[in-house]
């Protein structure tokens, strides 16, 4: 999963999918993958279901402590780039 961090200064540019939508659909992605309901994701990380079916929604914006708890029960890491570099 890539998420690129804006610099200071740096223009806000519209387009067509917002970073947090992009986040919320890699997560939900990686959770149907796995096999695990959004119900069982809420129960293993403590993270009440209505977060979860929002943040997947991409009407919520999330805290990266939550996250972080979040990609952990899924098994995935935040990797934070340099605009236009590619791992």
Same mark, same amino acid.
């Given at each position: 999963?890539?998420?690129? %961090? ?10 067509? %999918? ?7 659909? %890699?997560?939900? #992605?990686?959770?149907?993958l796995?096999?695990?309901? !959004? !119900?069982?994701? %809420? ?13 997947? !929604? ?17 098994g995935? #890491? ?5 605009r236009?570099?590619?791992?």
């Open positions: 999963m890539q998420f690129k %961090a804006r610099g200071h200064g740096a223009p806000h540019r519209k387009t067509s %999918a917002r970073p947090i939508n992009q986040l919320a659909s %890699a997560v939900k #992605d990686a959770r149907v796995q096999g695990m309901t !959004q !119900q069982e994701l %809420a129960e293993r990380s403590g993270i009440s279901i209505f977060f979860i079916r929002k943040f997947e !929604q991409g009407s919520r914006s999330i805290r990266l402590d939550k996250l972080y708890v979040i990609l952990e029960f899924l995935l #890491d935040l990797l934070v780039l340099p236009g570099t590619r791992p």
